[in-house]
Structures are given as structure tokens and as C-alpha cells.
């Protein structure tokens, strides 16, 4: 009979691999679905929380005012911000009631120019600037001095000493031509004298020789003396015409250097061109209305140095519908209203476009259609409005055109 030995606590169990082997599939499964449920659950996160934020339900709302704080996360940019819509419900009424509204902007009277170098001004630098932003400037009044002016002002200087030293030569050539008159003027006198006394001896030894004092040949000598007197006298008058009763251009002499100062001229009216090359002024009375560049930049041939316009007359540019273009007249009130503005302003429709072109005035709302076709209206506003909008150059504007039947709708409307 055989006798059971206990087992021995203390000695190592044989390791038969079968636990083993079952538990590894079921936690490779488990690793497997939380490595697709972490994923998943973030992804769903990110998505509710970006389409609360756009859309703001009520409980997002809610919160928000319950905790007083807003979207952005104190950012100075909000997000998910509601959108101020364009069309407003009073603008709909407006419609409703045969009022034409239409988005615009506040421009000066023949909109905001760029003003940029003169022409030919090269690869020159600002050197000073004699404007600021908000200033009023008259035409031609100096709005900055390029750094080439220096050389172009020693062009100038070189010109006029040209001109100067061509005055004093075409002065000097007169002088000895006035010198040359005087003298053949004495010359002439001297010449008829000696006429006058050769002809009074031809007469005295003519009546010698009739009395038979003289010979025939005192006589011819007397003759031959006299025609010489009087052949003196012809040619110093003609010379002394030349000088008297012929324009000066007739001197070979005056008429270089006449030519000589002429072209001294014309250098120096060039150079003075030239030197408007080393200063930008304004082309008509204005104000400054925003500085593109510093004293020692480079300005490009396309972005200006001084966005300038008139904005003591300021004028509205609306952009109406196609469908819409039909029912304006050139002279229709016109009420423009913006959240900017203390007060609405008052205008005249003064121009409707010929062209159909895209929208350019655009606008928050997301929906908004801006491959609208639409046709540009400008609106001339009246002296109270034009001084309140001087200051908002750009600013967008509704438009509300003032039509039988629908005063009271856009005296209701909101901007």
C-alpha cells in the first residue's frame, strides 16, 4: 500500500503554459479598442466644441453670461462672434416698401489718390517728410524732399552762371558793335567835310582855268579828288546803314551769341524741371490721409508715398443691385447709415455708372453674396454730412434711397 506524500509547498510549480496563452488575446483586444476609443472620444470633443462655438446654442449662451466670460479665451481677437448681418429685418421692410438699399462706403469727392514720385526721380530716397497724417494741404505745397535735390540744386547754380556768362558775352559783342556806329559816324562827317572841300576846289580851279590860270591838268586833278570825296562819302553811309537800319540778328557776331545765351536758357529752365524731381507736392488741396513710407525708404513705383483726397466735400459710392438700377434717378435722396456714425447722413444721387462690374465693398456676413453684379451710384452728401463723414474715409455705409412710398421705412431702418 502505497503512502500519498503532500505536496510540498515550498517546491516550484510546473509553469504548463495554458493560462498564458488565453489571457494574451483578450488584452491585446482591450489595448486595441482603447487605442481607437481615445482617438474618437478627442475627435468628438474637438467637433462639439468647434460647432458650439460657431454656433452658440442656447447652453453655450448660457454659460457665457452666467459666467460673464466671452469667446476668445481673453484674446483681443473674438471668435465665434454672431455676426452683425448686413440685412436687417427693417432693412427688409425698407424693401418691402419700394426703398432701395445698398452697401457703400464714404470716399472724398473724386475718391482717395496715391500720390507717388515724380516722374524720373530714379532710385532716390525720402530724405524729409513736411506732412502727417490728418494735415491739410494746399496745391503745390512741398509734402517731401527726396535726398537728390542737393545734386540737382548744383545744376541749377551751373545754369544760371551759364546764362550769366552768355548775357555778359552778348553784351560785350553790343558794346563794340555800338562802338563800331559811333565811329563810322565820325568817320561820315569827316568824309562829307572833305566832300564839301574837294567840291569847292573842283569849282575854284574850274574858274582858274576858264581865265586861263590853271592848266588841264590841275584842273582833271581837281575833278578826279572831288569824285574820290564823294565816293567816301556813299561807302561810309552804306557802312553806317548796315549798323543803324538792320536788326542786330543781321551781326554775325550778335546772332551767336544771342544763339549762345538762348541755349543757356533752355539749360537752366531744364534744370529747374529737374529739381521738381527732388520734391513731391500736391497735386490739389487736400488732407493727408495716411504716410506709406519713412525718411530714408525707397518708395516702389506702385505703392505711393501719401494716400491723399479732398474730404471737405465727401461723397458715398453704393453698389446697386443690377435689378435694381432701373428705379434710380439722378437726383433721389439718399439717407446713409453705419454704427460709426452719431447721426445718419443726408445726400443727393449725383452719378449712376454705366459698367455692371463685381462687389467690391465687402461685407461680414459669410452668406453674403459677393459675386453680386451690381453698378456703382455716387451720392454727393450736403455740407453737415460731408464735415461728419471728413473723418471716416472708407467707412462702410448702408444706403437707403429715398422713393415714393417709402420715407417712413427708411427713417425706421438701422444701421
Do not use: C
Not at 68 to 82: C, H, N, Q, R, T
Request: no cysteine; hydrophobic share 45%; net charge neutral.
Amino acid at each position: 500500500m502505497s503512502v500519498k506524500t503532500p505536496p510540498n509547498e515550498r517546491l516550484p510549480l510546473e509553469d504548463t503554459g495554458i493560462s498564458k496563452s488565453a489571457d494574451a488575446p483578450v488584452r491585446k483586444r482591450v489595448l486595441i479598442r482603447i487605442a481607437l476609443i481615445i482617438p474618437l472620444f478627442f475627435s468628438v470633443m474637438f467637433t462639439g466644441a468647434v460647432m458650439g462655438m460657431y454656433f452658440q446654442g442656447a447652453g453655450l449662451r448660457a454659460f457665457f453670461e452666467l459666467t460673464g466670460l466671452e469667446p476668445g479665451g481673453g484674446s483681443s481677437e473674438k471668435i465665434a462672434v454672431p455676426l452683425t448681418k448686413v440685412v436687417t429685418e427693417s432693412d427688409i421692410t425698407a424693401l418691402e416698401n419700394g426703398a432701395i438699399v445698398a452697401l457703400g462706403k464714404l470716399v472724398p469727392e473724386g475718391g482717395v489718390s496715391t500720390i507717388a514720385l515724380p516722374f524720373g526721380a530714379g532710385d532716390a530716397r525720402i530724405s524729409e517728410l513736411h506732412a502727417s497724417i490728418g494735415q491739410w494741404a494746399s496745391k503745390g505745397s512741398v509734402l517731401a524732399t527726396l535726398d537728390n535735390r542737393a545734386s540737382l540744386e548744383t545744376s541749377v547754380q551751373a545754369a544760371e552762371a551759364e546764362v550769366a556768362v552768355s548775357e555778359a558775352s552778348l553784351a560785350q559783342v553790343q558794346r563794340s558793335i555800338e562802338a563800331s556806329r559811333v565811329e563810322n559816324e565820325a568817320q561820315l562827317q569827316r568824309s562829307i567835310t572833305n566832300a564839301d572841300l574837294a567840291r569847292a576846289d573842283l569849282k575854284r580851279t574850274r574858274s582858274l582855268f576858264e581865265r586861263k590860270v590853271v592848266t588841264q591838268a590841275e584842273l582833271d586833278r581837281a575833278k578826279a579828288t572831288a569824285d574820290t570825296a564823294e565816293q567816301d562819302v556813299v561807302h561810309k553811309r552804306a557802312t553806317l546803314k548796315r549798323y543803324n537800319n538792320i536788326d542786330d540778328m543781321a551781326q554775325a557776331d550778335v546772332a551767336l551769341a544771342k544763339r549762345k545765351l538762348q541755349s543757356a536758357q533752355i539749360a537752366l529752365v531744364t534744370a529747374q524741371v529737374n529739381l521738381e524731381k527732388s520734391v513731391v507736392r500736391a497735386p490739389f488741396d487736400g488732407v493727408i490721409l495716411d504716410v506709406l513710407v519713412q525718411p530714408g525708404e525707397r518708395p516702389s513705383a506702385t505703392t505711393g508715398i501719401i494716400e491723399f483726397g479732398n474730404t471737405q466735400r465727401m461723397t458715398a459710392e453704393l453698389e446697386v443691385y443690377q435689378n435694381q438700377v432701373g428705379r434710380l434717378q439722378i437726383g433721389d435722396n439718399v439717407l446713409l447709415k453705419a454704427e460709426a456714425l452719431s447721426k445718419p447722413l443726408n445726400g443727393v444721387l449725383s452719378e449712376v455708372g454705366v459698367l455692371v462690374g463685381r462687389q467690391n465693398v465687402m461685407s461680414d456676413d459669410p452668406a453674403a453674396n459677393t459675386d453680386a453684379r451690381v453698378v456703382k451710384a455716387i451720392v454727393q452728401l450736403d455740407e453737415n454730412s460731408s464735415e461728419i463723414a471728413a473723418s471716416f474715409t472708407n467707412l462702410e455705409v448702408l444706403g437707403y434711397l429715398k422713393r415714393a412710398g417709402s420715407q417712413k421705412a427708411v427713417a425706421e431702418a438701422k444701421p
